[in-house]
């Protein structure tokens, strides 16, 4: 798979029916290795060593409702309490982020109310807090570290 702009990390790999697999530790099995799952567990894995942010905290490609239609987010980062810290919306590294991608993931933020946006394909990664009273997003270089 292409290098990203994350640091190395290992991963569990397998091949089953000549499909490369990648084990995902939020839903605790292997999952095909598409460009956006590389990406995803890329994600995944910064925000566990790099932000700290427990596995238990952190959810992946789970249904959500907007207007009305069934929308999959790539990745949500709870608080303790169980309101959304942040949502990262992933890309395959041929994906150029533009401004339809934080449309969607603003899209999904209507629902899911996060503190935090991540638009990512691996190779270029933004971040935005969100803005409530001024109804907007605001570009931050980076987002914090957990605490809990």
Request: charged share 25%.
């Amino acid at each position: 798979m292409q290098q990203l702009n994350f640091p190395p990390y290992t991963f569990r790999l397998k091949s089953s029916e000549n499909k490369p697999l990648i084990f995902d530790p939020i839903r605790k099995k292997f999952v095909v290795l598409t460009p956006e799952e590389w990406v995803r567990q890329h994600t995944v894995k910064h925000l566990q060593e790099v932000y700290k942010y427990p596995l238990s905290l952190i959810n992946v490609e789970k249904e959500l409702k907007v207007n009305g239609l069934s929308k999959r987010y790539d990745v949500v980062v709870f608080e303790s309490d169980g309101s959304i810290r942040l949502i990262v919306e992933c890309k395959a590294p041929k994906v150029n982020i533009t401004q339809v991608t934080f449309d969607q993931i603003a899209r999904y933020n209507l629902t899911l109310q996060a503190s935090f946006l991540m638009v990512t394909n691996g190779l270029n990664h933004y971040f935005c807090q969100m803005d409530y009273e001024q109804k907007k997003y605001n570009f931050l270089r980076d987002i914090p570290v957990y605490s809990p």
